[in-house]
């Protein structure tokens, strides 16, 4: 049997190792991760469902495979946490909305059928803004989590569950779903590594869609080499994906501390105001021992980061206005017809079913869409999302990558901006052009502010160099360790 401070420090290597030597099951280790979630996670409140049947069913089977000397995966017996926005047979996925309340997928999203394939264990399901939309997890059906490094601050959005139960280490590694900043800003806000796969390296299929030509789903984790093979096993082509694409994983983990010294770029309109001091010194920190690692910088300039919300606020609300539009009390969880017609009861499922923050970006997506306005708002916006996709490519013709700080701010105090929507857009100021362009993003702790609460630094790559920023994160990490 495992300590529990020595199972909060399990690597998905030692974990692998410590399976084949008989230091410990996968069956003790699921019965361990999910008494901390029903202990520790209720106190944070990261997740909304746990998945005890299937979880200690999976660990038994990657026992079954460890003692008669089969191959038992590449992430044999790794606890996992997954956002209550992807599809897993049997168990609610209720997207923290009240409108899929009772609703139960009947298939497994791509994602879950490759970590199951690959012996994970799927602890449960975690906590998150409602349909994915929010900075801070507040806007969650089921309650804000609490930040594990301070229970009073948000954990960020929109998979804040899934990087608390991570930054707890409550799992080792954790799925999230980034349409503008979900995986990189809660990471950045609770001390973990998030990534950002690059649009159509992993299967949209079974991940309940907000923005279609934003999301992606990427892996949260405490060290590179863990991200790298939770992105390893999820990254694949999917015929159930109209948007998938085929990307070369092989040599990944292998070649993580290999690289030849990058050019990376910084952004000079990142470091105005608006920014934490803490936090624009924490990133000349980190620029002096990249360089001292041998690593070069240059100034490079975007200079639509200014539009890059508004322009991300109309392309993400008009998608998910289309998007949300199933939700009519017909097909999915909740059903209103208190004495009405069919009509009245799309309003009452829908006036009840949604939150506010929803019911604001569907308004908002309506409009843009709306003929009147269409030219004005969503084309314009179309146009400024192409305009900052060149911008990038301009300055990926001269750099590797390209550094940024994650967020403006470390984390705020849960309450401090719910009722300052814009003020809460702004926190995806250095995040959304990574979903507006499809390129890959990650962030990285670096440290902490004086108050204690971490930094997170992002990197940028070109399109499929997603192995760039693992290599980036593996240097950090070993930099600093
Ligand atoms: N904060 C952004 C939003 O509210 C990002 C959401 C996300 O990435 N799912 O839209």
């Known amino acids: 049997m495992i300590a529990i401070q020595d199972f909060k420090s399990l690597t998905v290597t030692a974990i692998r190792d410590g399976l084949l030597s008989g230091r410990f099951t996968a069956v003790e280790l699921a019965d361990l991760a999910l008494s901390l979630a029903e202990s520790e996670g209720k106190e944070i409140n990261c997740y909304i469902t746990l998945c005890h049947d299937k979880a200690r069913s999976q660990a038994a089977d990657v026992d079954k495979k460890v003692e008669s000397g089969a ?20 168990y609610l ?124 789903i990427g892996p949260l984790a405490h060290s590179a080499d863990d991200l790298a093979a939770l992105y390893q096993v999820i990254a694949a082509y999917d015929s159930h994906d109209s948007t998938s694409v085929e990307t070369d994983q092989s040599n990944l983990r292998a070649g993580l501390f290999e690289s030849a010294p990058m050019k990376i770029g910084v952004p000079k309109e990142c470091f105005s105001q608006g920014v934490d001091d803490e936090i624009i010194s924490a990133i000349k920190t980190l620029q002096e021992e990249l360089t001292e690692a041998g690593h070069t910088f240059v100034d490079v300039s975007l200079p639509l980061l200014d539009a890059g919300v508004a322009c991300y606020y109309i392309v993400a609300t008009a998608e998910a206005s289309s998007n949300l539009a199933r939700y009519d009390g017909v097909r999915y969880g909740l059903r209103k017809t208190e004495g009405g017609d069919l009509i009245s009861m799309y309003q009452q499922t829908r006036g009840e079913g949604f939150g506010p923050e929803v019911k604001r970006r569907i308004l908002l997506g309506t409009y843009v869409l709306s003929a009147g306005y269409y030219d004005a708002y969503y084309l314009k916006g179309m146009k400024v999302r192409e305009a900052i996709r060149q911008d990038l490519e301009r300055v990926f013709n001269k750099v590797d990558l390209i550094l940024t700080p994650t967020t403006p701010t470390p984390a705020f105090c849960l309450g401090d901006k719910i009722d300052d929507p814009l003020a809460m857009y702004l926190e995806d100021i250095f995040t959304v052009f990574a979903n507006l362009a499809g390129i890959p993003g990650v962030s990285v702790p670096i440290g902490a502010v004086k108050s204690g609460l971490p930094i997170g630094a992002q990197f940028l790559a070109k399109h499929f160099d997603d192995r760039l920023l693992m290599n980036i994160s593996a240097q950090i990490e070993r930099m600093r360790s």
């Open 93 to 216: 996925t209720s997207c923290a909305s009240h409108i899929l309340d009772g609703y139960v997928p009947p298939y497994d999203a791509t994602v879950v059928t490759r970590l199951i394939d690959a012996g994970a264990v799927i602890i449960g399901k975690t906590n998150m803004d409602e349909f994915a939309m929010g900075s801070s997890n507040e806007n969650s059906y089921y309650g804000p989590v609490k930040n594990p490094c301070n229970i009073t601050c948000a954990p960020g959005g929109t998979s804040g569950g899934s990087a608390a139960a991570v930054a707890a280490g409550l799992v080792p590694v954790a799925l999230g779903s980034d349409t503008g900043g979900s995986v990189r800003q809660p990471a950045a806000f609770c001390g973990t590594l998030g990534h950002k796969p690059t649009y159509g390296a992993v299967s949209r299929y079974g991940l309940v869609a907000f923005g279609s030509s934003l999301d992606q």
């Open 71 to 90: 191959e038992p995966g590449i992430l044999a017996g790794v606890p996992i946490a997954i956002k209550d926005n992807i599809s897993y047979t049997g």
